[in-house]
Structure formats: structure tokens, C-alpha cells
């Protein structure tokens, strides 16, 4: 015969459906009827008729009512957890500061992170018409050292564009370059601005908050111009007063009067920095050359029809430049504008992650960080649950399910969080300017209310991560063994535990290693030397009169005590210098033709100024008036050029060159690159003067080339800048990054001990009659200390032999972006590896030396 | 009539309930009624009325019993209340008064 019993299935998938209730009654009666029927039909049909009968128990008046639990007095309830809460927190003060501080540090730092990173994917979003159809036309160019990828391009390129390709809504261009940065003044009241031509169609893309005149009107005529709040604030009393009046604006390209159109008030959410908005029409008035297929100047944007496939289009246009000019073999392609300022970096003529890598970077801190003030109150709310044993048994004693448990403990992580938040606004609020200050951002607490949803959902996570598994730990134990408060030590549980330390320390660890190597790199760019003494030199430009007539000036700086050298340049050093290439030489290998060499145009004296190494011929001199055509060339030019004695040989760019002397290389660009071909070279012009003073008496120096400033070019303010502090603006990213990963780390670190203190100082109680009987016995403190420590000290090592390869395989991506870089040496290993394990042992030891000092009697005197 | 109201099906069951008296749990009510009205019924169609009637005050129902055979799982053993008399009784004199009333041709012709 077949088996007698009915199949379990049926029963197992409606019990949860079934009222309660009635289960008991129902499973009975149908089991009995299962048996009948085998008696009277056979098992095969009793089976089956059981298997029917089960699911006819589907009846409204039978199944589990949606309401059935609330009957429970839930305000009780909710009052009596909160009840319980409270008085833990107050009995056990220590854990409960310990769990707070870590929340409240853990959440302070995920929202500060959250306010950057809101900001940083806010960047160029904007709201108008077109915005969503908003597309930048960048251009690709093959050079023997690799592809280099920007975003300027012909005049002519949009409206042909517009022409030829269907896909095209309209274009417009933008021109934006220091290079025409003038002075804007009104009534004897002068301010220093920087322009930005935009085209017909610019509004319908990009924000700007107009406070006086709109969209609509602004560029009637091209001799309008719009001006930022700051400006008008700066030229007029009031500036309600500022449209319609004629300022005048002075620059290399643009001079002369201008009537104001309208003023705006800069949006915030836009990467680029301008102070006047001036029509392209007004650009191509003053720069007509600049209307030609071969010279790039203007950025050209495209806004393109509803439904063009990007990259059906990209491959359309990839050749589309040659088609208009058979000599320019570059690679055109458009990329989302709103993508751009994150994916900002090209490769190989593709856009990748550029500010979005920190983006990533810093969300998974602040994660983490969170993670690790989580697996604090996990690791103490379970180490800790022998003394709620006895509430534990009582209340599933009387009847309470293990889901009312769960919802208790769950209650009490979420009461913790809420309290951890509000402390943590407050903590932000307080923090948010030195937090700018080290970001280079103007976030606003206010912003926190517009993400209060976010916030409040990032805070309840929190709440339940913590609270999840000391829920389902605590809610498990048996009533009885509870009671008697005896739970045996459940193995499975003691593994998680070390199990989250561990990861808690990896953590730590990997951001030690990381905050060394970020600060050693970032040490070694500062400090590396740049073949050239880039301290205590000056900037300032050349403008006004002084752009054509500097010789006396330069005299008379000369002549200032203080002064060591002068001279002036194109560009500037520690920012970009002039390139080209094109140039020619004997015996050229034909492929060298496209070699880019970069230059220092300017005056006499530029290369002693700089204080580079000679190593061959000499510099360029007064002295002899043929050097207007001669050049001093650095070892890498001379390397590619493949002359063993350059001097003497001739380069030709059109013009011709006679090489007078070789430099030892040295990095007139950041280290991100490596060192390229470069030459000096003589001109009767410049864009600054750049000026090395001593290092000592700097501000008198400075305030007397001020002064020497103003007599020789009234109406131009005198702003100067360090030149070393343009260089390590090159750097300032990683700078950030490095400040930031700092103090972080700190915090997670910070967050990672105390929880250890707290775990030692709880096991060490925990077994202090151990402790007191081998006191007894004839054990040291030292051996005692030893014997706590132990269980901990190898969970940390386990976690330092996670976190190094970890650490190195990061960092190694990281370096790999720099030219120039550091290497992984053994001893930032040997010493983020060191500094944790002390860190800890401090830890662990300054609880373990407490215990040690018990009193014997007092401990043993029970049992 | 403000009373309430038993379904004939109810009504069924209530009289079962009494005729079994102790031993009134779910199975027996379905065996007799089966055995009865000659046809099956279903576990759920029982339980559904008997829950109901229970809602309302007609039955109390309280543990019994657990045997081998049912799995180690108690009985619940249903009687009926006072109200529960009192409507079958009035329900009884409706149908009796009715078919005082019923007109006695058409059974005569029949």
C-alpha cells in the first residue's frame, strides 16, 4: 500500500493565507478526512480529494483578515518600545554614546558627501527649452604621442553644419578664453571681467537669471552687452540703474563703448565662470580672421532634432571636416552637453569618467563610513544581548511572536538614527563652511531641505541595517534558556561578529593606504623639482598702455630693491604655454613633421629668470641682434631633432631659427604629462610680466611694483598671482581629494576603534572571574593583557592581509593617470599595516590594562 | 423581523450541530449531512457557515480532543445557543404557519 499520509505541499503553501485561528481545527478535520477516504477510495483519490478540499478552505471567512494583528494595542505597543529604548540608552550610557557618536559622525560625513555629489551631477543641468537636445561638437586630432581631444573649432562649422545636415536643429557658438578678458569701467569705477560670446540660440539651452532685461532683447544690437550682479554692483551706485547706460570696456581685441542690455546673477549650477555676456556677432566684428576654415576658435554647439540616433550621427560626421577642408584629417564628434562636465576627459578620442571617477570615489566613502558606524551598533546591540536576556524571555514567555521582538529592536536602531540625524544637520550646518572652503564649492545647508526625502530615506536605511540582524539575533533565543540566562554562546553568531570587525578594519586599512599614497603623490608634485625655481616669481598682465611701451617699465622694476629679474611672456608660466607644430629641421624623419613642440615666447631674459640649467651654448641675449631669430631649445627638442651638437643647426617654421643654446629639461607644464619638445624664443610682446622677487621684504616689494603699476597704466587695477601657486593649482583636485580622504579616514577609523573599545571592554567584563582566578594563580598583567587581546589583534591582521592588495590594486589605477608618479614601495604597506595594528592594540590594551587592575575579592566574592 | 436571519443551508447545519450534540466538530457535521442530503460537500462550504453562525452569536464552539488519526491536531466541538433555538423554532412556525396557509387544491388535484 501506499503511504497514509496526505501530501504536506498543500497546507505548507496556504498556511499563511488561512486564518490563523482556525489552522488547527482545519489541518485536524482534514487529516481525519484524508484517512476516511483512504478507507473507502484508496490513497490516489484520498490524496486527491485532500488536495481539493484544501484549496476550497480559499473563503472569505476563512482566510487571514488583513487587519487580524492590528487588533494588538499598537499605541501601547509603540509606547512601551520607545519606553525600553530609552531606558537602555540611559542604563547602558557608555554603548549608547558610543553607538551615537558613530551614527551621528557616519551620517554628518554621507551628507556632507551627498550634498557634493547632488551639486556635482546638478552641474551644467539645465531647464530651458532645448536643453535636452543640447550637443557639443569636440574634435579629435592624431599626434605621434597620442590622440588630443578639444573643444574648439572652425567659425564656419555651424552654419555649414546647419546646411548639410538634416539632423541639425540649429547651431550656435560660444568663445570663451581669458585671452579677451578686459576691463570694464564706468564714471572712474573699474572692473577686471571675463567675457563670454554666445550665438543666437544660446538662451534656449543655457540658464541665466536675468534680473533686469530678458531673454528676448538683450543682443539687438551687437554693441550690447549684459553684465553679472557683482559687476553692476561694482560700476553703479544701484544697480536698477545699470541698463541702458555706456560703459566702456578695454581689451586686447575689444575696445570701446558698450550700452548695457540687461544684468544677471550667476547661476550657480554652471562649470564655467564668466562676468559679461557679449554677442558672437560682437566676436567676429573684432576678430575677422578668425571666420576661416583653418583657424579653431569658437566651441560649437548643436542642438539636434527629436529622435537622431547619437551614434548613427557621430559615424555620419566622424570625416565631415575633411569634406570642407582636404588638409584636416581630424575626427569630429558631438557629445551630450549636460555629460560633459563628468565625463569631461577623453581617451583616445572617446569621453570617459573625468570628475565622475570622484564622484564614485566619494559616494563609496561616505557608504562606507556609514557601513562602518552600522556594524558598530550590530557588533554591541549582539555582544551586548546577555543583558536583555531576561526582557527577551519574559516577553516571548507572555506570548510575544518573534516579529513583535523584531519591530522592537528595529524601533530602537530607528530612534537611534533619527536622533544621529538631527545631531548630524546640526553638525553640517555648523561644518558646511569649512567644508566649501576645502571643495571649492558654495553648498548651502538650505539645499538640505530640497533633499529631504533622500535624506530622510538614507537615515531609515541606516536604521534598518543597524537594527536587522541584532533583531533577528535577539529575537531568536529560546524563552526558556533566556530565562534562566543561559543562551549558549550561538557559534554562528560570534562569526558574524568577527566577520563584520574584519570589515570594518579592511575598510580602515584600505583608506589608511589610500590617504599615504594620495599625500605621498601630491607630496612628490609639490616638492618634485621642476628643473626650474618656480618660488617667489610673480604675474601680472600687460594691458592698457603698457601692452606696447613696457621697456622703461621693465627698467624701473628693475630698479626696485627686491626686484631680482623682470621680464614678460606670452601666456604664463604654470598654465598653459603656446605649441605648434609644423616645424622643420635637416634630416627630418618625415613622421616628425607633426611633432608638437612647445614654446616661451617673449622678452630678454626669460630663461635666466626661470633659473634653468645651461647645459650647451648660451642663452638668448641683448647682446647679439641677430637673436631676434634664434632659439634655445630644451634636450628633449634636441633628442627628437637627433643632433649630437644642435648648436649651430636651424629649425624652420616658416621662419627660420638658428639654435643657439640647450637646456636640461625641465616641466613647464603639470606632471600629468610628460616633458615635450620646447624651445625659447624672442618677441616684442607678451600677455605678463613676470617678475622674481627676493623672498624676503615680499609684501613691501610687491606694494612698490604696485605703485610703479599705477603711474605707468592708470585705470588698471594691479592684480598679481604667484606663479607657483598657478602650478599647484594644476594640482588643486588632487589636493582636494587628498584633504578630504584625510579626514574621512580619520572618521572611519575613529568610528572603527571605538567599536573595538567598546566589543574588548564588554568581553573583558564579560570575563572577569577568569580574570580575577588567574590574578590569583600568578598571572601578569602583561600575560592577562596579552590573553585579551589576542582573539581581537588577529582579526585585525586577517583584515590588514584583505585590505593591502586591495589598497594597492586602487591606488595603482589611480597613479597610473599621472605622468609622473611615485612608486608602491613596501614601506607604505609596512606602514598603513603598522599604524592599524597599533592603533588597535592601543585600543585593546587601554581596556585590558583597566581589567587588570580589579579587585580580586570583590570579583569572586558571588557563585 | 429584526431577528436574525439563518440561510437554508445554515439552517442545516444548526439542526446538525444539536442532533450531534458532543460530538458536533467539523467532520461529524459533514459525515451526517452527506449521509442526509446524499451528496458531498466540501470542508470549506461547512467551515465557512459554521464561522459565520459563530460571528453572530448562533454557536460557541470550544477545544476538544486531539486523536492519532488527526494528526495530533484538537477538535473544535460546536453547540448551539439559545438564540440559535430560538431562531429554528421561529423559523419552524413561519413554515408551518406558511403551509397552513398554502392553498390545498393544487396538492388534492396532484
Redesign the interface.
Known amino acids: 500500500m501506499a503511504t497514509k499520509s496526505p501530501p504536506k505541499w498543500p497546507f505548507r503553501l496556504l498556511r499563511k493565507l488561512i486564518n490563523p485561528w ?1 489552522l ?10 484524508f ?2 477516504n483512504c478507507e473507502a477510495f484508496g490513497s490516489v483519490k484520498a490524496r486527491r480529494l485532500y488536495i ?2 484544501v484549496f ?7 482566510i487571514r483578515k488583513p487587519g487580524l494583528k492590528t487588533q494588538i494595542n499598537l499605541i501601547g505597543m509603540f509606547k512601551h518600545n520607545i519606553l525600553i529604548s530609552l531606558r537602555n540608552f540611559k542604563r547602558y550610557k557608555s554603548t549608547f554614546l558610543i553607538n551615537l557618536f558613530g551614527l551621528v559622525t557616519g551620517l554628518a560625513s554621507a551628507l556632507l558627501i551627498f550634498l557634493w555629489v547632488n551639486d556635482e551631477l546638478n552641474m551644467d543641468q539645465y531647464d530651458e527649452v532645448d536643453s535636452q537636445r543640447h550637443y557639443q561638437v569636440l574634435i579629435s586630432s592624431e599626434h605621434p604621442n597620442g590622440v588630443d581631444t578639444h573643444n574648439y573649432t572652425p567659425t564656419p562649422l555651424t552654419a555649414a553644419m546647419e546646411v548639410d545636415l538634416p539632423e541639425v536643429d540649429y547651431a550656435f557658438q560660444i568663445v570663451e578664453s581669458t585671452h579677451y578678458n578686459g576691463v570694464l569701467s564706468f564714471n572712474n569705477q573699474f572692473i577686471r571681467a571675463a567675457p563670454r560670446f554666445v550665438g543666437n540660440g544660446y538662451f534656449n539651452v543655457f540658464e541665466c537669471d536675468f534680473l533686469f532685461g530678458n531673454k528676448q532683447g538683450v543682443f539687438a544690437d551687437k554693441n550690447n552687452i549684459v553684465i553679472s550682479d557683482k559687476v553692476a554692483k561694482t560700476l553703479f551706485e544701484n544697480i536698477d540703474e545699470a541698463v541702458g547706460k555706456t560703459i566702456n570696456l578695454n581689451g586686447e581685441y575689444f575696445n570701446g563703448p558698450f550700452v548695457v542690455s540687461g544684468v544677471f546673477k550667476p547661476t550657480g549650477t554652471g562649470s564655467s565662470g564668466f562676468d559679461m555676456l557679449l554677442s558672437f556677432e560682437q566676436f567676429l566684428t573684432g576678430r575677422p580672421e578668425m571666420n576661416e576654415w583653418y583657424n579653431e576658435g569658437p566651441q560649437a554647439h548643436l542642438v539636434l532634432k527629436d529622435g537622431v540616433d547619437l551614434s548613427d550621427f557621430n559615424q555620419k560626421i566622424e570625416n565631415y571636416l575633411s569634406t570642407k577642408d582636404e588638409h584636416n584629417d581630424n575626427k569630429m564628434f558631438v557629445q551630450y552637453y549636460p555629460e560633459m562636465y563628468l565625463y569631461g576627459k577623453y581617451e583616445n578620442g572617446f569621453p570617459v569618467a573625468g570628475r565622475m571617477v570622484y564622484v564614485r570615489i566619494f559616494s563609496l566613502i561616505a557608504l562606507f563610513v556609514l557601513l562602518i558606524a552600522c556594524i558598530n551598533y550590530m557588533n554591541l546591540s549582539t555582544a551586548q544581548a546577555s543583558r536583555r536576556y531576561k526582557e527577551i524571555g519574559i516577553k516571548k514567555a507572555i506570548g510575544a511572536r518573534r516579529n513583535a521582538l523584531m519591530i522592537q529592536y528595529l524601533g530602537e536602531s530607528m530612534v537611534m538614527s533619527i536622533l544621529a540625524l538631527v545631531l548630524a544637520v546640526g553638525i553640517v550646518i555648523l561644518l558646511l563652511r569649512q567644508f566649501n572652503e576645502i571643495t571649492g564649492k558654495d553648498l548651502s545647508y538650505t539645499s538640505m531641505f530640497n533633499l529631504i526625502l533622500p535624506i530622510l530615506s538614507i537615515t531609515c536605511v541606516t536604521g534598518i541595517i543597524s537594527g536587522v540582524y541584532p533583531g533577528l539575533y535577539l529575537s531568536n533565543f529560546r524563552p526558556l534558556q533566556a530565562l534562566k540566562g543561559k543562551v549558549s554562546s550561538n557559534a554562528g553568531g560570534l562569526w558574524v561578529r568577527k566577520g563584520l570587525v574584519v570589515f570594518q578594519f579592511t575598510i580602515s586599512v584600505v583608506l589608511i593606504f589610500t590617504v599615504i599614497v594620495i599625500y605621498k603623490q601630491v607630496e612628490y608634485l609639490n616638492k618634485v623639482n621642476l628643473g626650474y625655481n618656480q618660488e617667489h616669481i610673480i604675474s601680472f598682465r600687460q594691458e592698457g598702455k603698457l601692452a606696447g611701451d613696457y621697456e622703461t617699465f621693465i627698467d624701473e622694476l628693475k630698479k626696485i630693491p627686491g626686484v631680482s629679474n623682470a621680464s614678460y611672456m606670452w601666456g604664463n608660466l604654470g598654465e598653459r604655454v603656446s605649441s605648434r607644430y609644423n616645424l622643420q629641421w635637416k634630416d627630418q624623419n618625415p613622421e616628425d613633421r607633426s611633432t608638437w613642440f612647445h614654446f616661451i615666447e617673449g622678452g630678454h631674459g626669460m630663461a635666466e629668470l626661470m633659473e634653468v640649467e645651461l647645459i650647451e651654448g648660451r642663452f638668448l641675449s641683448k647682446d647679439f641682434v641677430s637673436d631676434e631669430s634664434a632659439i634655445v631649445i630644451n634636450e628633449t627638442a634636441a633628442k627628437i631633432m637627433g643632433y649630437e651638437k644642435p648648436v649651430g643647426e636651424k629649425l624652420y617654421s616658416g621662419d627660420m631659427y638658428n639654435i643657439v643654446g640647450v637646456v636640461k629639461d625641465f616641466h613647464f607644464q603639470g606632471m600629468y604629462e610628460k616633458i615635450k619638445p620646447f624651445y625659447f624664443v624672442l618677441d616684442s610682446d607678451g600677455s605678463n610680466f613676470i617678475v622674481r622677487i627676493d623672498s624676503r621684504n615680499q609684501f613691501e616689494t610687491v606694494s612698490q611694483i604696485e605703485k610703479l603699476h599705477n603711474t605707468f597704466n592708470p585705470g588698471y587695477p594691479f592684480e598679481f598671482k604667484f606663479v607657483d601657486e598657478n602650478y599647484q593649482k594644476l594640482y588643486l583636485e588632487e589636493e582636494r581629494i587628498a584633504t578630504l580622504s584625510k579626514y574621512f579616514s580619520t572618521i572611519a577609523i575613529l568610528i572603527s576603534c571605538l567599536g573595538l573599545l567598546a566589543l574588548t571592554a564588554f568581553s573583558t567584563q564579560m570575563r572577569i572571574k577568569e580574570i580575577a582566578i588567574r590574578k590569583v594563580l600568578g598571572s601578569s598583567s602583561f600575560q592577562i593583557s596579552k590573553l585579551l587581546s589576542r582573539d581581537y589583534i588577529i582579526l585585525i591582521v586577517v583584515a590588514i592581509v584583505i585590505a593591502l592588495p586591495l589598497g594597492s590594486y586602487l591606488m595603482k589605477n589611480w597613479l597610473d593617470g599621472f605622468a609622473y608618479r611615485i612608486d608602491l614601495s613596501p614601506i607604505y604597506f609596512i606602514l598603513s599595516g603598522g599604524l592599524m595594528i597599533s592603533i588597535a592594540w592601543f585600543t585593546i590594551i587601554s581596556q585590558a590594562a583597566k581589567s587588570t587592575k580589579i579587585k580580586i575579592t570583590e570579583c569572586l566574592k558571588e557563585d | 423581523m429584526k431577528k436574525t436571519r439563518l440561510g437554508e443551508f445554515q439552517e442545516l447545519i444548526l439542526m446538525a450541530v444539536i442532533v450531534l450534540g458532543e460530538n458536533a466538530y467539523g467532520n461529524e457535521i459533514q459525515r451526517e449531512l452527506e449521509g442526509r442530503l446524499d451528496e458531498r460537500l466540501s470542508t470549506g462550504a461547512i467551515q465557512t457557515a459554521l464561522k459565520r453562525m459563530e460571528d453572530k452569536g448562533l454557536v460557541k464552539s470550544e477545544w476538544g480532543e486531539a486523536t492519532q488519526k488527526r494528526g495530533g491536531k484538537r477538535k473544535r466541538i460546536y453547540s448551539a445557543t439559545p438564540v440559535a433555538h430560538k431562531a429554528l423554532h421561529e423559523m419552524k412556525d413561519i413554515r408551518s404557519q406558511l403551509w397552513d396557509a398554502m392553498p390545498k387544491l393544487g396538492i388534492n388535484n396532484a
Open positions: 482556525f488547527e481545527e482545519l489541518e485536524g478535520d482534514l487529516k481525519e478526512r484517512e476516511d481539493l478540499d476550497k478552505l480559499l473563503r472569505p471567512a476563512l
